[in-house]
């Protein structure tokens, strides 16, 4: 039998943050997955249900938001846009992030090359008035529950709290602080009419966090890598539940200790499509997110260290860094029509073309 999900319940991390760390600390160790209970199960329908209105309309429509005009790779994307190690993803999507009021372009000389992710989202405000309320309310929702998770990893790891709190800002950008480089997906993967599965998104870690995802209640395709390379299929879940996952820079600060876990999106035969609102939690974009101690750790109860760890596949520190290297892996098209300065290498880092490296003086 293939292990299945721990199960933990947001209202632990009150009752008894004692043993709700002890559950995530083996949660986030042993297969870096599970699921979540929670009290805002009305908030993730209502942006459920605006997703579904969205993804209902004409193409024309949903192209009024259209991501190919975003250097920052966001917007809407149709079908065959996004692929994952070079394989097309079977799944249309509007992707989101933190926004900035002083947008950053390749033009501007102070900044650094991540810099030009800051920026505004396209919201389909003429076409669903509720839309962006909705999907707002939620991700608010969301980063709250991030927020205790959070430092529940820290209690979990011996660590105090604040000093990876002092990395992350609010949801929204004010004259007094940063935000969070938080990101989110809202995804339709449509309906599949053949016999032998169809990839919905291939097999990938998280480059930020910790992901949260509120799923569609009926459909199912989500699936974990377990340690031993078996595939196990998360189950349907109710919008009372979350289902949460190690990114790579959650496995960067614990040292290996909690694992980002790959996981992928297989469509089996359905006439529903499935929808999903993926949560990318994050720091701050400029931050530098580096190792804690090891020696303050707990039992290491899981085989290997640095499992999953791929020659092809750079871990970065710096959030702004890791960011990049993901959106502009899965998103070529744009990367080359608003970044032809830049070159992706092979493991993800992204250096300046030579010609446009600043020359130095001796
Ligand atoms: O749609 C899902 O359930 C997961 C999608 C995912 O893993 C991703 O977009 O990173
Ligand atoms: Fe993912």
């Given at each position: 039998?293939?292990?299945?999900?721990?199960?933990?319940?947001?209202?632990?991390?009150?009752?008894?943050?004692?043993?709700f760390?002890?559950?995530?600390?083996?949660?986030?160790?042993?297969?870096?997955?599970?699921?979540?209970?929670?009290?805002?199960?009305?908030?993730?329908?209502?942006?459920?249900e605006?997703?579904?209105?969205?993804?209902?309309r004409?193409?024309?429509?949903?192209?009024?938001?259209?991501?190919?005009?975003?250097?920052?790779?966001?917007?809407?994307?149709?079908?065959?846009?996004?692929?994952?190690?070079?394989?097309?993803?079977?799944?249309?999507?509007?992707?989101?992030?933190?926004?900035?009021?002083?947008?950053?372009?390749?033009?501007?000389?102070?900044?650094?090359?991540?810099?030009?992710?800051?920026?505004?989202?396209?919201?389909?405000?003429?076409?669903?008035?509720?839309?962006?309320?909705?999907?707002?309310?939620?991700?608010?929702?969301?980063?709250?529950?991030?927020?205790?998770?959070?430092?529940?990893?820290?209690?979990?790891?011996?660590?105090?709290?604040?000093?990876l709190?002092?990395?992350?800002?609010?949801?929204?950008?004010?004259?007094?602080?940063?935000?969070?480089?938080?990101s989110?997906?809202?995804?339709?993967?449509?309906?599949?009419?053949?016999?032998s599965?169809?990839?919905?998104?291939?097999?990938?870690?998280?480059?930020?966090?910790?992901?949260?995802?509120?799923?569609?209640?009926?459909?199912?395709?989500?699936?974990?890598?377990?340690?031993?390379?078996?595939?196990?299929?998360?189950?349907?879940?109710?919008t009372?539940?979350?289902?949460?996952?190690?990114?790579?820079?959650?496995?960067?600060?614990?040292?290996?200790?909690?694992?980002?876990?790959?996981?992928?999106?297989?469509?089996?035969?359905?006439?529903?499509?499935?929808?999903?609102?993926?949560?990318?939690?994050?720091?701050?974009?400029?931050?530098?997110i580096?190792?804690i101690?090891?020696?303050?750790?707990?039992?290491?109860?899981?085989?290997?260290?640095?499992?999953?760890?791929?020659?092809?596949?750079?871990?970065?520190?710096?959030?702004?860094?890791?960011?990049?290297?993901?959106?502009?892996?899965?998103?070529?098209?744009?990367f080359?029509r608003?970044?032809?300065?830049?070159?992706?290498?092979?493991?993800?880092?992204?250096?300046?073309?030579?010609?446009?490296?600043?020359?130095?003086?001796?």
């Amino acid at each position: 039998m293939p292990p299945k999900l721990p199960v933990l319940n947001l209202s632990l991390s009150t009752r008894n943050p004692a043993l709700f760390a002890e559950q995530l600390r083996s949660a986030c160790h042993e297969i870096g997955f599970f699921l979540i209970k929670h009290d805002h199960a009305q908030t993730c329908e209502v942006a459920l249900e605006n997703a579904r209105e969205f993804f209902n309309r004409e193409e024309k429509d949903k192209m009024s938001i259209g991501y190919e005009n975003s250097p920052a790779f966001r917007g809407y994307m149709p079908i065959g846009v996004e692929n994952t190690s070079g394989d097309i993803d079977f799944r249309q999507q509007i992707e989101y992030a933190a926004e900035y009021h002083d947008h950053r372009t390749r033009d501007d000389k102070r900044s650094l090359v991540y810099h030009r992710l800051r920026a505004s989202n396209p919201w389909p405000d003429e076409i669903i008035p509720s839309f962006k309320p909705a999907i707002m309310a939620y991700v608010e929702t969301i980063f709250e529950v991030a927020g205790v998770l959070r430092n529940a990893m820290c209690t979990a790891l011996n660590v105090e709290p604040k000093t990876l709190g002092r990395h992350f800002g609010p949801v929204y950008q004010s004259k007094n602080s940063e935000p969070s480089f938080w990101s989110m997906k809202l995804v339709s993967y449509p309906p599949w009419d053949d016999e032998s599965p169809r990839q919905g998104v291939g097999s990938h870690t998280d480059s930020n966090f910790l992901t949260l995802i509120c799923q569609d209640p009926t459909e199912t395709g989500l699936q974990v890598q377990s340690h031993n390379g078996e595939w196990i299929d998360v189950p349907a879940t109710r919008t009372d539940t979350l289902v949460c996952n190690v990114g790579e820079l959650a496995e960067i600060w614990s040292a290996g200790y909690f694992t980002a876990t790959p996981h992928r999106v297989a469509r089996k035969k359905s006439q529903q499509d499935r929808i999903s609102l993926p949560i990318f939690y994050n720091p701050k974009l400029d931050a530098i997110i580096n190792p804690i101690d090891k020696n303050n750790f707990p039992q290491w109860d899981r085989l290997t260290e640095n499992q999953w760890r791929r020659d092809d596949n750079h871990l970065m520190a710096s959030v702004g860094e890791n960011s990049f290297k993901s959106l502009a892996r899965s998103h070529p098209a744009v990367f080359e029509r608003h970044h032809g300065d830049l070159v992706l290498l092979k493991d993800g880092r992204v250096i300046m073309r030579r010609e446009e490296r600043p020359t130095q003086s001796r």
